[in-house]
């Protein structure tokens, strides 16, 4: 009788969160407050009122895209299982769609790249003081300096860099809580670029693009156009170029679309180091030939977003990693006797609770079903994920065997009892369309009138949901190069390029590799600033040995005796 109380009340608590997360609206109302529902601001907060409402929106939705979607097992032990299964996959981008960059003109781009990288980080991590003295910058050469950040408003400089004739502008990355809050605001808002061809418009590419990169753009725009302008009018053969590593990079590509749109800064060209997923397909297609994106290694950062999470997530729940854990739980001697003693009480002690006869994730248990034959809204699934929420994470994968192997081609009832009931002690596996047991000792007994009646009125609302919106697929922008460190080849090697990891090598890589994670213990620690440069320098190094050029001068004058701490 206590399964069947539990199982009534949780039908019934999740028919009234749905019923009550559904706001009755009078029918003209509805659709405008949908859209003010999913509407994002696109510009910056102007007032305090306005930032203190962005920032709790943006918690509610990183909340909503983390721990609201993941289960903490899944978090915990699924990411780290799955990791060690996959292995290092950076094999992947020297495939046969990625283009092998060699030669001498490969190796003087790499050179100036390292230089405006070097520079990036002294603007993010020095006192803006050694950041002049580095680049060798004096006072006269600042045309402006905003050194504080805010939310959506990033810290940025425009500097005149005499030595390659051009106007260089700097965004900072991610290093501050607003700063975190800018890149968290992470949903998709309307974007288009307008291409010029000879001061004409000739073409509109729209698309989505990441929220508060956006806002952030317009906002650097806004101060930075009128004087950019200004000085273009003053040195007319000077160009602009818009240099950022993570956040940074991604808010300085969208920000060269904006400049590009004006006849004065059409020159504007961007760099951008380990960017963030940003925009759409089209929209990062269309910068292929003023954006160049440099990837070092497993960097997570360029492939991070909504869509590729939920593919990740998905990775992730089908993976056994449960069955592993127990068995890494084994091996340890405290941790086995634990488990031991636990699994001891449970048999001889009937009042304690049982993680067998807890629920699983709903959407685990629809990911079979087709989409035209049931239609959820994020409400509904969040009204089941409300009763998922009490289960217990241990047994999700034993759950999750049976299930796998009983779903295909299971109706929604039959779904819904399996819902209600999986148990994972039982003898006798349950089958499709026979209603599960919710106790291992009582048998199953047919379901009450009202239970039956909360179940059959939940599935009407569930079938009624509107299909939710699939988040856009957001890519790094422009032409991409990829540095990677492949394994050393058997024969022992003495040249600088190889390091305890192997052999470095750069591709131009198609951005399609980009719309999925690969996890990778480094993938935290590839996307920082000195493990670029680190590996821009092997890489250097290793295309000089290979055009037969011993000299280093030019890297010299650009690689002053630094060390990774100093950053």
Not at 429 to 442: H, L, W
Request: aromatic content about 8%; proline content about 6%.
């Amino acid at each position: 009788m206590g399964a069947k109380r539990v199982a009534s009340a949780a039908g019934t608590a999740a028919l009234a969160y749905v019923a009550l997360s559904r706001r009755q609206r009078r029918p003209g109302e509805e659709d405008e407050g949908k859209k003010a529902e999913e509407r994002w601001p696109e510009r910056a907060p102007a007032t305090w009122r306005e930032a203190a409402a962005v920032t709790a929106r943006t918690a509610g939705f990183a909340y909503a895209e983390t721990l609201g979607k993941w289960p903490l097992g899944d978090i915990a032990f699924g990411i780290s299982h799955l990791m060690r299964v996959q292995g290092n996959r950076q094999h992947e981008y020297t495939g046969s769609d990625c283009v092998p960059l060699k030669g001498p003109g490969v190796r003087q781009e790499l050179i100036g790249l390292l230089r405006y990288l070097r520079l990036c980080m002294f603007f993010s991590k020095k006192p803006y003081e050694v950041f002049l003295e580095f680049a060798g910058y004096g006072q006269s050469d600042i045309l402006i300096r905003k050194s504080k950040s805010k939310l959506m408003k990033p810290a940025f400089t425009v500097v005149r860099d005499e030595s390659t004739k051009c106007f260089l502008l700097f965004i900072r990355g991610a290093t501050s809580t607003k700063d975190r809050l800018t890149a968290a605001t992470a949903a998709e808002v309307p974007f288009h670029h307008s291409v010029l061809q000879d001061g004409r418009r000739s073409n509109l590419v729209a698309g989505h693009a990441h929220c508060g990169m956006v806002a952030a753009a317009r906002w650097i725009a806004d101060q930075a156009i009128p004087c950019l302008s200004k000085a273009v009018e003053q040195f007319p053969d000077y160009r602009i170029k818009i240099i950022g590593h993570s956040m940074g990079a991604g808010i300085a590509a969208i920000l060269t679309y904006m400049l590009r749109e004006d006849n004065k800064l059409s020159s504007s060209s961007c760099i951008a180091f380990g960017p963030a997923a940003c925009m759409t397909w089209d929209l990062a297609e269309s910068g292929n030939n003023f954006i160049t994106t440099v990837v070092n290694r497993n960097d997570l950062v360029p492939s991070f977003g909504k869509a590729s999470a939920s593919i990740l997530r998905t990775e992730v729940m089908a993976s056994s990693w449960a069955p592993d854990l127990q068995e890494q739980i084994q091996k340890r001697r405290i941790l086995g006797f634990v488990n031991s003693s636990l699994n001891f009480m449970r048999s001889h002690i009937p009042f304690l609770p049982n993680p067998g006869s807890k629920v699983v994730d709903l959407n685990m248990l629809l990911s079979d079903t087709p989409v035209e034959e049931l239609n959820l809204s994020s409400d509904a699934r969040a009204a089941v994920q409300k009763h998922w929420a009490l289960s217990c994470w241990s047994s999700v994968a034993a759950n999750r065997q049976t299930l796998e192997s009983g779903t295909q081609g299971m109706g929604i009832p039959a779904l819904m009892y399996t819902y209600a009931g999986t148990d994972q002690n039982t003898d006798k596996p349950t089958t499709a369309g026979e209603p599960a047991s919710c106790s291992r000792e009582e048998p199953y007994s047919p379901r009450s009138d009202f239970e039956e009646t909360n179940l059959e009125q939940l599935l009407k609302l569930l079938r009624s949901s509107p299909i939710p919106s699939q988040p856009h697929q957001l890519y790094p922008p422009g032409r991409i190069m990829h540095m990677v460190v492949l394994p050393s080849p058997n024969e022992p090697g003495t040249g600088k390029q190889r390091d305890q990891d192997g052999v470095v090598a750069i591709y131009q890589t198609p951005r399609s590799m980009y719309g999925k994670i690969r996890l990778a213990r480094s993938m935290i620690r590839d996307h920082y600033m000195p493990r670029y440069i680190e590996t821009m320098e092997m890489l250097i190094d290793k295309l000089a040995e290979d055009d037969g050029d011993d000299s280093e001068d030019q890297l010299g004058e650009l690689n002053p005796t630094t060390k990774e701490e100093d950053w």
